[in-house]
């Protein structure tokens, strides 16, 4: 079975500017979560998504948003860009059970110009 | 004060060596635990996951869970060059609904042939 998928790989955009990146969860999973992992930090906690609905918010600003679809893709968008939103953004899936194990995608990595 | 304190690193050891990675947590509502290992640029992948105190064993892995002094521990026996990574340690609440994990820094770890 094919783990969690994320695209793109990498990006690069420009102060200012919005990006959106893209999950497809494993086969079955149900819950998907968003963290951002700055360079030397461990990820942080950003959105959680269930049945298309937010289920938990990190403490990020108001210009990160994310939705989940009826597949259970997901999306998370990151607008007015900053310099300081550089890092690799990973997705986690789960079966969304009491306990459940998460598993990450390999990341979409961003900088910011 | 962090959530979960991780020392850092980095840390060297010789092939062969026994490795013992530790994280301390001030939140004693965390009741999962869990050590991730990342190699660079790549995603966090899932290597043990433990529900409250005790120990557990797979393979070179024992991952071990003291609730009373808030202390969880790696230990990787038999130390291989592959095993040269960025270990994570995370946690969470057993909240249903609620899967947010709360990681470490991450020690750097690197095994010397």
């Known amino acids: 079975d094919a783990g969690v998928t994320q695209s793109p790989t990498h990006l690069i955009k420009t102060r200012g500017q919005q990006v959106t990146l893209r999950c497809s969860p494993i086969s079955g999973h149900k819950s998907v979560s968003w963290y951002q992992q700055v360079l030397g930090q461990g990820p942080q906690f950003i959105f959680q998504?269930?049945?298309?609905?937010?289920?938990g918010r990190g403490n990020f600003p108001d210009r990160f948003s994310a939705r989940q679809f009826p597949n259970y893709s997901s999306e998370l968008n990151v607008n007015a860009l900053l310099l300081g939103d550089s890092a690799l953004y990973l997705c986690?899936?789960?079966?969304?059970?009491?306990?459940?194990?998460?598993?990450f995608g390999p990341g979409t990595r961003l900088t910011v110009t | 004060q962090k959530e979960v304190e991780q020392d850092p690193g980095p840390l060297s050891v010789p092939e062969g060596a026994i490795v013992s990675l530790n994280c301390t947590y001030s939140n004693s509502a965390f009741q999962y635990f869990m050590w991730y290992r990342q190699y660079s640029r790549k995603g966090p992948e899932l290597l043990m996951y433990?529900?409250?105190?005790g120990n557990k064993e797979d393979g070179r892995f024992t991952a071990q869970v003291d609730k009373s002094s808030k202390y969880i521990s790696l230990f990787i026996r038999d130390s291989q060059p592959s095993d040269s990574a960025t270990y994570l340690c995370a946690m969470r609440e057993p909240n249903f609904g609620n899967e947010k994990l709360t990681f470490g820094t991450g020690t750097r770890l690197t095994i010397i042939p």
């Open positions: 986690a899936s789960s079966l969304m059970h009491q306990g459940a194990e998460q598993y």
């Open positions: 998504y269930y049945e298309k609905e937010e289920r």
């Open positions: 433990t529900y409250s105190s």
